[in-house]
């Protein structure tokens, strides 16, 4: 996928052709499926929702609308991807009846979290009757046959838009599909839906002026994230079994999985599910079917079978002084370190200065800033940045590192060079790491914060530095955000966003796992049997 947009015609302002955008989207939703009014009612309006602190999820919406029946309600809510592929293998659920209940459950998620981008519904069901005809006479296209799966709007799928949140990018349709839609097409996946991202993807909450902003269903007064920010609410309401993201901040190892485009520094693929066992699947499924025939990116290396860890030697992370973590991060570390020692799983301090955290997240904004052409993406069509995009550039430009020398100066092949180099060196340390402490694999904070409130998010600094080293992580979930009143002040030069007690009480907590390069089978291992450890405290 190319950045550079087309030259933008000046008949419509920007204004306009997002608005004509976001009424066919509307459309595209089936009358039987839009939400009965006595339901919305009860609702803030949807301008309102972003200073509203409302769960989504708990208010059953699904079942109350009336939209799906007892079936489907079941079908969303109560099998993993392993068990709903068991079931369209065997015969017990059909292709179109799944389909169909992901389609209106994505159909609703979209009207209260304004989580979708493209729909193709129709497509969908035929597709998928097509799929049980085959299955009817004894065949199964692949291990996905009949699975829907969603997708971030940065995949191409022909005949519809890929327009990354930029207005620039409305006149285009796509041409042919992106190598990992052509390999999930292959695997007997049926494709539906696309999810909302952040403006040109470059902010970590999915707002933009064509679509808008999504909102985080546990709680709309907090941010969705991103830039996957629709494809993980679609996850949270049961939207979808199983969505396909892209990040320059973590996930797997960048040349595991067909990516899209490459920037100084790669951007990633990988999925996005409610149980570790789906994201398993998912890798070992696509790694499986060698996607380096479909994407020349692509490491052809097969997926490995491990033998199963019951004792893991784990590093943690500490905090890196530029960016301080909430008491609700701080206390779910906490808990996570005594859960895994409680079980016999052995923890590892590392040493700040040594896992060189800011350093490794300032050559991150530096390779970012290599590429101008978002710049030029938004100029093109006149639109502005949005908030949050605007107030995340603030931050960063706030955050008083100094490590690398001065670049000014210099042309962008010699600033692509020094800022490689020290990578390198950065890379080196890691390794050191690794064989000092002989570990299986580390746990940190996934971000400084859990959700906070809309246009907050800074610079996800404990995620963007493994893409710098390209290492695979997983994000395991952990409790709740306990309402702890405790002052937080962000010093000069640190980068943190504000800490509202009562704004994140109640938002879901994680941690993240990560392993070395081209280690994306021990990472998800170590997050299974992390993720059991967690379930185990818990009861």
Known sequence: MALHPQTSPAINSWQAKAADKRAVCQEAIPKDWILPQSILETLPAKADLPKAKVNLIDLDIPRRSGILTEREIEITESF???????????????????????????????????????????????????????????????????????????????????????????????????????????????????????????????????????????????????????EGALVAFRGTPLGVGTDLAGKFHTNSLPVLWLWPVKATAGPLANDVDSLKLFMKTVIDARPALYDGAVIDAPWRSLAKKSNLRLGLLPADPFFPLHPTVEETINKAVKALQSQGHEIVTLDASACRVGEANQIMTQLVTLDTTSGAILESSGEPPVQCLSNFSEKVSKIGWDFLPDLSGKDRLDKYGMLEYIRAEIAEAWRELWVKHNLDAVISPSAQHTAVEHDNFGWPAYSAFLNLLDYPSCIVPFGKASKIDAEFIVKPGQGAPPYNPEAVAGAPCSIQVFTSRMRDEECLAAAEVIDNCFKQSAT
């Open 80 to 230: 993993t991807t392993s068990q709903l592929l068991e079931g369209l293998a065997s015969g017990k659920f059909t292709s179109y009846e799944v389909t169909l209940a992901f389609s209106k459950r994505a159909a609703i998620a979209q009207q209260l979290a304004n989580c979708l981008t493209e729909t193709f519904f129709s497509e969908a069901l035929e597709r998928a009757n097509y799929l049980d005809d085959l299955r009817s006479k004894g065949k199964l296209l692949g291990p996905l046959h009949g699975l829907p799966i969603s997708l971030k709007d940065t995949y191409q799928v022909e005949g519809t838009q890929a327009t990354i949140g930029a207005v620039s990018f409305l006149s285009r349709t796509s041409q042919e599909n992106s190598s990992m839609v052509n390999v999930l097409f292959d695997l007997g996946a049926v494709l539906y839906v696309k999810t909302n991202v952040a403006q040109i993807l470059l902010a970590v909450e999915s707002d933009n002026n064509v679509f808008g902003r999504t909102m985080n269903p546990w709680n709309t007064a907090l941010t969705a994230g991103g830039s996957s920010g629709g």
